[in-house]
């Protein structure tokens, strides 16, 4: 059974970036998306982007265009955001498809998640 | 991209059925089959619970199920249990080759 291990907690100060990993154990992504999706304080989830490692194919929602780079081998993928403000203080997961065949969409099926990387910015 | 619209809240007794709706797009909900539900409990990453539609990964139980209608899915919980209490999200596919979720769902068990 894959597992996503993420990164530890990052404290940043306004105007700088972040970096979050993402490990699969138990498995590879290879042929999966992998997609971040963040939850700001006691809101909702928020879908950022995601990368098919085994095309290098990457999608960013117009919100995070220019400041949201994604990265990914076959076990472990990378969540840059910069030009940090307070509104980005949130908890950042990743997500893929655990198991079985896809194609196109269907294997961004977010079956298996991290634990979450809890990023705070503040001055 | 703005979220798919979802209640606040829902409430039902142990036993009992509830059904939660997700309204989209014509540009998500109304347009793919890649519509899926979550459950998060407080403090833990979300749980898939439906995939494309109607479908149950591997040990969800199959007192959820889920369906769609036009723009709008739908997810019942049938025999609410007292562990069913949590938020609940909805996510589709779009037209801009990204994924929106809903707003989410707060389930209490009366």
Known sequence: QMQLVQSGAEVKEPGSSVKVSCTASGGTFSRYGISWVRQTPGQGLEWMGGITPLSDTRNYTQKFQGRLTITADTSTAHMELSSLTSDDTAVYYCATKARGACETVSCYTMDVWGQGTSVSVSS | ?110
């Open chain 2, 1 to 110: 991209q703005s979220a798919l619209t979802q209640p606040a809240s829902a409430s039902g007794s142990p036993g009992q059925s509830i059904t939660i709706s997700c309204t989209g797009t014509t540009i998500d909900v109304g347009a793919y089959k890649y519509v899926s539900w979550y459950q998060q409990q407080p403090g833990s990453a979300p749980k898939l619970l439906i995939y494309e539609v109607t479908n149950r990964p591997p040990g969800v139980s199959n007192r959820f199920s889920g369906s769609k209608s036009g723009s709008t899915a739908s997810l019942t919980i049938s025999g609410l249990q007292a562990e069913d209490e949590a938020d609940y999200y909805c996510s589709s596919y779009t037209s801009s080759n990204t994924f929106v979720f809903g707003i989410g769902t707060k389930v209490t068990v009366l």
